[in-house]
């Protein structure tokens, strides 16, 4: 990873997924309501238009920061960002797709709100307050620990890959948390703490390369999106 010059991480658009969340925030209910799998979740329009500003914000980045690769998640709504956004840059980026940019997998948890898991599965709930929220793996998915594993091999194959690259990667939330927490070498509490500010929709995340090492210059920045709502989660 420290071979990169650039790297470059936006979280998606805002999706369906993103609206049925909020809308049962401070409710009795037990399920988010996504009728879809989690890979099949698409964009709202306000995360097209979004995607559209993030592209923008690509056109007008100097030739020398330019992405010289886009990495993207499988999921609908990491490719829908990632067309569109490409759409809008003056240079073309090859794209390729990468399985271990996908979202965390939440097993039995799936669908379900904090009061869903406490009603139906109360065993799972405890052990969750147990072992904390970075090592807890519920069944059939996993912890934040499994998405460092992952990782890890990915940003491994990345700099073997694209030695001196530029690479922008399009992900998921919890992806672009635990790229922190892997550049930066941060502590479970460390990495904890950051992920109590959302990362919001097609904000940025960037690291270039400074005497080796990767230094962060911008972590869940919006400035990019002022012509829509940067508020949203």
């Not at 030739?63 to 829908?80: F, H, N």
Request: charged share 30%; proline share 6%.
């Amino acid at each position: 990873m420290d071979t990169l010059e650039w790297l470059n991480l936006t979280r998606h658009g805002e999706s369906t997924g993103n609206l049925a969340y909020r809308a049962v925030q401070g409710t009795d209910a037990e399920e988010l309501g996504i009728r879809e799998r989690d890979a099949d979740i698409p964009l709202t329009d306000a995360g097209r238009e979004q995607a559209v500003l993030l592209g923008r914000w690509l056109a007008g980045l100097p030739e020398d920061q330019r992405p010289t690769v886009a990495v993207v998640s499988p999921y609908l709504r990491t490719l829908d960002t990632a067309r569109i956004a490409l759409a809008q840059a003056p240079y073309q980026i090859p794209c390729e797709v990468d399985e271990r940019l996908r979202d965390r997998e939440q097993g039995v948890l799936e669908g379900l709100t904090p009061r869903g898991i406490g009603l139906r599965y109360p065993e799972e709930a405890l052990r969750m307050r147990r072992l904390g929220k970075f090592y807890y793996r519920a069944p059939g998915g996993e912890s934040w620990a499994d998405l460092a594993l992952r990782l890890r091999g990915f940003y491994r194959d990345l700099g073997q890959d694209q030695p001196g690259g530029r690479p922008l990667i399009v992900t998921h939330d919890a992806i672009v948390v635990m790229t922190r927490y892997l550049v930066e070498q941060l502590s479970e509490h460390e990495i904890l703490e950051i992920e109590k500010e959302p990362v919001a929709n097609c904000s940025i995340t960037r690291w270039r390369d400074e005497g080796g090492r990767l230094s962060r210059r911008s972590y869940n920045a919006c400035d990019h999106l002022v012509p829509v709502d940067a508020n949203r989660p």
